[in-house]
């Protein structure tokens, strides 16, 4: 393949004031974002060198912008040389010129075309078509038409991966996932809410290089960033394993950067590279600047983890409460079980609020013995670290097919 | 007489539809139409209070963390919590941060476009260009070097045919008027804003973890903890990196943001006259910084709260009061059990009901319900909200940092006061706002530091976070903010622990609202009216005025569960 000025992108990224060396520093990196050897650098510059502008479809349907606007905080390469540099993003409305007619066509024309990559932010509402419609037509609609023909999805955020907050009991809409509206093109899930742009710029990187996405879990994500545990690479961990928790916001244990767990921390059940990668140009995360994780990159996070200043042992999967080196997998379970049934939203509903009476004895019975606490600090450390190996085994076995093993996953 | 639809409307947040009769080369009537809702109101009742804020701020991901800000407010308010003087900083100096970067962004990236013509700067000499630039502002990057190489990366780019966000748009419009030089000047900037933006939103990773979506909201105060001498909390180090930041921001805006400001403005004059709309104004109010002001409207902070009716500027605006604000369905796809009924938050009223045409479809019943959004009134107003209202409410107050920011870019300009009722005030008013607001941050940063330098540690009034130790009966709250669309309030009904009622009442709901029942239009809406079409295939002209209110519609669109009744049925299964 060659560009379509007959320039490799490297001459181009030239013109943008990008040298050689910064282009295969990127490379590196790049390469390194995604858990390859670092000997196929080369192998990535001379692909990317190589390649045509890929044309992108970035279709928003039931979303709050909060993946666009993760984009627009790309850096390495930044949001204008993607755009200008490495894809043709014919059609993104947040950020294209042309309006109504004139950027409906500028999408049909790109999708005319073919091998194009569909972005997809925000769930589709199939319960009431009317609450999502862009030109006069439903969200499914436009997203049936707009694969066609496709090269990928990449589902940017945990709404059009999973249906998200949209999705959420009692899901008022019947928001789904993409993926419950249309197949047979490979789709990518990179979740979390919002997307982190240094992973989306890598599963870009690793289309064009090798042609085809990253190595996926059974929900679709890439190993590459969501196949370790936060709880495994959290920067707090020693402190977890020395049982120092944080008791309150601002304490003695929270200025010193204690383990979050005790305030809610999700880290233990949810999978994501957020400590290595962070956010913001590897400024930060949430659990470096103090809260929890929350769990946002699982499937089903908005009810399985909520609320979410309990403990994980007590998180409300199944109607009871979950010792702790059973909760990775349980949450795993309930949620892929939750794809299928889309009346989820109502049982969760009717758990969260059989779950807070539960919760407001519990408060009555800590606040009498406040004491207690402390003591079984140790004891919850190790049921906790337990859980890590249990979680593990079960996230790393089945790879690949992301849809036919979520289903499987139902029968679980 | 022809109907003209625009779906999408884009360069905004969100899904927006717009329908207009032009006659005689100008709008005469004019329908916003919000296409999409999620429910998120719905989706909190019955949930735990303290978690509100985590789903409320997805309400929107362009203004992140303004309904993070809003919603704790009003649960605070609701259980009595009082964020302490460090939490309430932090809150504002990510708010002031978030709306510099907002305001930037809007400009370059969601508006520069309805005024400049990337393509017309093919044709500009780089020296030119150059002196033009350096004769207005001392920007560093204003060189003939720097003009020629974005030249050459945006001729390489426009000649690859394959042209991306470009592709469509309104090339060579009869509306563009600026210089070859200018455009090339405007089309740098719009590339170094999308850096400045970058970088300078680090802030909130810095002190909130992330962004989009900063994770350190929590009842009470902060989830930061904060000690100049930890290297794991907010530190001298992190206060002395986000000052650096903010003061670069502050560069930013008065070297390249409001000069552009002024180039453009003054190439489109007649635009101070076009796009005015109601002419009537309201201001919670904002940015105070003592303690009673944590949710109800504060009396003394950086934004007066007012009232201006009828495009009254001579007088000082009424005071705010909450209670004048109620919402009408009459056009919206909701159903109250009184049809005609304009019903106050706490005891708002909702069932959805989708009356729309099926999709796909051509035309909006707008005689019918047209749209996803309610019609906020108050005392049976429609109000505008936004950047504009806040000057304007600020200048006619005799507030002593808005008044002679606002005279003095008047005078710059050669402009009466009426001037900022328009589709460009509106512009100059969002510029005028970042420099206040970039100001006000470095103010806020270094009260952080003398505050904690004196050994105040203290983030979170912990005395009120277990649900027990909240007041017994059913608890009302509401939190108001200013936020850079406007004035934004959540309203939040907790019985028993939990949240009973949740609504949001949001900017661009006031701003893009339908007609009310009395069939009075919202402002999108009055204002579009009069504005001039000189091509219906390419509308330009509707972009520039809609694109000056900065539309957010998933902030927009909401869904009220008045007495959470679904839930209750589902309690009882």
Known sequence: MTSETGRPLSARLADAGVDRRSFLKFCAGITATLALPAQLAPKVAYALDKVDRPTVIWLEFQDCAGDSEAFLRSRNPSAADLILGMISLDYHETVMAASGTAAEKARDDAVAKGGHLVVVEGSIPTGIPGACTVGGKSAEEILRAAVRGAAGIINVGTCSA?????????????????????GGVPVVNLTGCPVNADNLTATIVHQLTFGEFPARDRFGRPLFAYGERIHDTCQR?????AGEFAEQWGDAGHRKGWCLYRLGCKGPSTFHNCPSVRFNGGTSWPVAAGHGCVGCSEPGFWDTMSPFYDRLPHVATSGFDLTADKIGVGVLAATAT??????????????VAAHHEKQAARDRAADAADTAATADTAATADTAATADTAATADHEAPIGKAHTDAETGEAE | MSRLVIDPVSRIEGHLRVEVQVDGGQVTEAYASSTMWRGIETILTGRDPRDAW??????CGVCTSVHALASVRAVEDAVGAVPPLNARLLRDLIATSLCVHDHVVHFYHLQALDWVDPTAALAADPARAAALAQSISDYPRSTAGLFASVQTRLKVFLESGKIGPFTNGYWGHPAYRLSPELNLIAFSHYLDALDFQREYIRVHALLGGKNPHPQTYVVGGMASPIDLNSQDAINANTLQEVAQILQRGLDFVEQVFLPDLQAIGAAYPEWTTYGRGLGSYMVFGDYSLSPPGIARPPRDGLFPGGIIRNGNLAAKPEPFDPSGIAESVAHSWFRYDDPGAALPPWKGETTPQYTGPEPPFEQL????????????RYQGAAMEVGPVARMLVGYTSGDARIRPLVQGALDALRLPPEALMSTLGRVLARGLETRLMAQYSLELVN???DNVAGGDLAVADTGRWRPTSWPEGTLLGVGFHEAPRGSLSHWVVIEGGRIRNYQAVVPTTWNASPRDAAGNPGAYEAALVGTPVADPQRPLEILRTLHSFDPCMACAAHLYDAEGRDIIEVRVQ
């Open chain 1, 162 to 182: 999973f249906g998200g907050i949209p999705a959420a009991g009692p899901n008022p809409t019947g928001a789904v996932r993409v993926e419950d509206v249309v």
């Open chain 2, 365 to 376: 019943d707008v005689a019918g319900k047209y749209t996803w959004l309610k019609a906020p």
């Open chain 1, 237 to 241: 961990r020693g402190h977890f394993d």
């Open chain 1, 338 to 351: 939750g794809f299928a049934a889309h009346g989820v939203g109502k049982v969760v509903q009717h758990r």
């Open chain 2, 54 to 59: 985590l789903f409320a701020q997805r309400i």
């Open chain 2, 447 to 449: 009260r952080l530091r």
